[in-house]
Nanobody
Framework: QVQLVESGGGLVQPGGSLKLSCAAS????????MGWERQAPGGERELVAT???????DCADSVKGRFTISRDNAKNTVYLEMNSLKLEDTAVYYC???????????????WGQGTQVTVQG
């Protein structure tokens, strides 16, 4: 059984920093694109950032210059470093990844359980 396990969420003051982690657990033959989405209370779900297996990244305009996405392929882990946090960054953050569980089938999209990030003064 393959799943994505998230950690690092919590409470932080405006202007502070927080780093999220998301690791593939179980048998993952290969991990492709990984990324993060978020959903604010009463808000819509939005894409935050993505990173390919080769390290190419893309971030939403709302977080560019403040958030950095990265990954460690040896650990099958994706990170989201968040700096200069604002109140509007408060949301549940979900990681996702395209993964292959054997060398015969294709890739499937997996999702983490979500981790709460609260920015509060």
């Amino acid at each position: 059984q393959v799943q994505l396990v998230e950690s690092g969420g919590g409470l932080v003051q405006p202007g502070g920093s927080l780093k999220l982690s998301c690791a593939a657990s179980g048998r993952a033959f290969d991990v492709g694109v990984m990324g993060w989405e978020r959903q604010a209370p009463g808000g819509e779900r939005e894409l935050v950032a993505t990173v390919t297996s080769g390290g190419s990244t893309d971030c939403a305009d709302s977080v560019k210059g403040r958030f950095t996405i990265s990954r460690d392929n040896a650990k099958n882990t994706v990170y989201l470093e968040m700096n200069s946090l604002k109140l509007e960054d408060t949301a549940v953050y979900y990681c996702h990844a395209f993964m292959k569980i054997n060398d015969y089938g294709g890739y499937a999209r997996y999702w983490g359980q979500g981790t709460q990030v609260t920015v509060q003064g």
